[in-house]
C-alpha cells in the first residue's frame, strides 16, 4: 500500500512534478498523424502530462504541436485559423 506522499509523487504529471519532468525527457505518442489528414485543416486539442496543447498540419504539410493559449492574450489558439504555415 502506497502513503499519500508516495502515490502523489508517482500519479502527478504536470509541469515542475518529478514524474512530469521524467515524462517529458522521452517521446510520448499524442495521436495518429491520420488524425491530421489535410494541410491547414482544424487543429485537434490534445492533453499530455496536465498541459493542454494544439496539434496542427500547416500549409507545408508539416504537424505541429504547441500550447493551446496564446502567450500574449491567453486566448484559445483552437479558436483561431490555421493558414500560411501557422495558427493566426
Not at 499530455?48 to 500550447?67: C, K, P, V
Request: aromatic share 6%; glycine share 10%; with cysteine.
Amino acid at each position: 500500500m502506497l502513503k499519500r506522499k508516495q502515490n502523489q509523487l508517482l500519479t502527478r504529471t504536470g509541469p515542475g512534478t518529478s514524474m512530469g519532468r521524467l515524462f517529458r525527457r522521452y517521446w510520448l505518442p499524442a495521436l495518429l498523424a491520420e488524425e491530421l489528414r489535410e494541410p491547414d485543416g482544424a487543429p485537434v486539442r490534445v492533453q499530455l502530462l496536465s498541459e493542454r496543447l494544439l496539434a496542427f498540419r500547416d500549409t507545408q504539410g508539416r504537424l505541429g504541436l504547441i500550447d493551446e493559449f496564446c502567450a500574449h492574450r491567453g486566448a484559445s489558439l483552437w479558436l483561431g485559423r490555421n493558414e500560411d504555415d501557422g495558427l493566426r
